[in-house]
């Protein structure tokens, strides 16, 4: 089974957007069992989409077509599918009173130039976009399936997931000669080589298999990709190489696929019915941001304060004046300060405190940029952990940010403070 993505927009080729919709469609195409070979960008003009069209067919089961299915000009793709196929373009009337409903809903009067959007090509499939105007497109030509998708990624995304996927594993029942499936287990506080390190000889864990080593600057991502003859066969493999990974690195994985940190303590916090606070003071709310991202945040966030001048830490949190004069807004005592302020300000189970150097300037030779102190506080005890994230602002903040909500899950879970 060989697929092929095809990304049409010049936007896309002159940096004006991020090409977020190939590596998506990567992973669930490969999820299914149909790795991508191929991914292409192209601009909007029409020789090129031919060209490709003219590869995907002679080579390739699958292609999808993210991109210039709108009603502009610019919006090729139809136009060229129905040249190249030598089809032609009618009115779906079904997709015509969806994209009038959807002006209508909106209290907008619709343009002339969206009926356009119900033109599809005669020999086609139209795949319902429930979020937007802009139809997907289904072709069978002599086993192969062209499929063109709107470039807009919500849209694309919930058409991939409540159609295309179930209908390619259907298409191709009979082909599917192996199973594939892939898992993803998320480290944090381990650096790329010191993983490996830890985890030994690879081979042993995998065999026959395959791992992936993902760093980020929040952590490590473990990709295991297995193939088998059956459902149950990909199962235990993964499982099997999952226990192995766990055994030599366990405390540091925290999560599996899609997982987030802020969720996994937060559901720690939901079923111990315990409440957190946050004082921030470098990180600038992001904590807080990343914690009320997940939806029900309120049954255990009560709150923080972006305490980011002295003034509002001495003010609001009660940190004390002789604090800041001796050891300065980025110490230890003043993340303890600032844990134990918020902590009795919320009345909160627990607590965490972020103050440091983000830069690019205001580093000394004694509190260099990338210098953070993080602060936990509860009812037991409160203390500091001093860490160093480097120079880049943003990717200091993502990293105090992730460290932050590690120090938690750690603490939630009575696992030791252990960092390398």
């Known amino acids: 089974m060989r697929s092929k993505i095809i990304s049409i927009g010049d936007e896309l080729l002159i940096g004006q957007i991020v090409n977020t919709n190939a590596a998506y469609l990567g992973e669930k195409l490969f999820s299914i069992g149909i790795p991508v070979e191929r991914t292409v960008v192209i601009s909007d003009e029409e020789s090129v989409l031919l060209s490709e069209l003219d590869d995907s067919v002679n080579n390739y089961d699958v292609t999808i077509i993210t991109g210039g299915l709108g009603p502009t000009h610019d919006d090729i793709t139809k136009p060229v599918i129905v040249k190249y196929f030598k089809d032609e373009l009618i009115t779906d009337e079904t997709v015509l009173a969806h994209v009038k409903k959807i002006f209508s809903d909106r209290n907008i009067k619709m343009p002339e130039v969206n009926k356009g959007q119900a033109l599809i090509p005669k020999n086609s499939e139209v795949i319902h976009n429930e979020s937007g105007t802009a139809p997907g497109i289904w072709i069978e030509n002599n086993g192969k399936i062209i499929i063109a998708l709107p470039g807009v990624p919500y849209e694309m995304k919930s058409m991939i997931e409540v159609t295309i996927l179930q209908k390619l594993k259907l298409f191709f029942k009979n082909k ?22 830890r985890l030994g000889d690879i081979k042993e864990i995998i065999e026959e298999s395959k791992l992936a080593f993902l760093p980020s600057a929040e952590g490590v991502r ?23 990974i766990r055994k030599k690195a366990g405390e540091f994985v925290f999560g599996t696929n899609g997982e987030r940190m802020e969720e996994v303590t937060g559901n720690i916090l939901r079923e111990r019915k315990k409440t957190l606070s946050l004082a921030e003071s470098c990180t600038g709310g992001e904590l807080s941001a990343r914690i009320v991202s997940i939806a029900g945040c309120s049954d255990y966030y009560m709150g923080g304060v972006c305490s980011y001048s002295n003034r509002e830490k001495l003010k609001i949190l009660g940190v ?82 992730m460290r932050a909500l590690e120090i938690l899950r750690r603490e939630l879970l009575s696992i030791e403070q252990n960092y390398y």
């Open 320 to 401: 004390k004046a002789e604090t800041i004069k001796n050891y300065g807004a980025v110490s230890e005592k003043t993340a303890l300060e600032m844990a134990e302020g918020v902590r009795e300000l919320m009345g909160t189970d627990f607590s965490l405190s972020t103050t440091g150097v983000a830069g690019p300037s205001g580093g000394s030779e004694e509190k260099p940029v990338g210098l953070v102190w993080i602060g936990f506080s509860s009812a037991e005890k409160t203390f500091a952990m001093k860490f160093n994230f480097g120079e880049r602002r943003d990717i200091i903040i993502r990293r105090a940010v």
């Open 222 to 244: 473990l990709r295991i990709n297995v193939t088998a003859e059956n459902e149950e066969d990909a199962d235990k493999k993964i499982n099997l190489i999952e226990f192995r």
């Open 176 to 197: 599917f000669k192996t199973v594939i499936k892939q898992k993803t287990l998320l480290t944090t506080g381990l650096g790329e080589s010191t993983l490996n390190e």
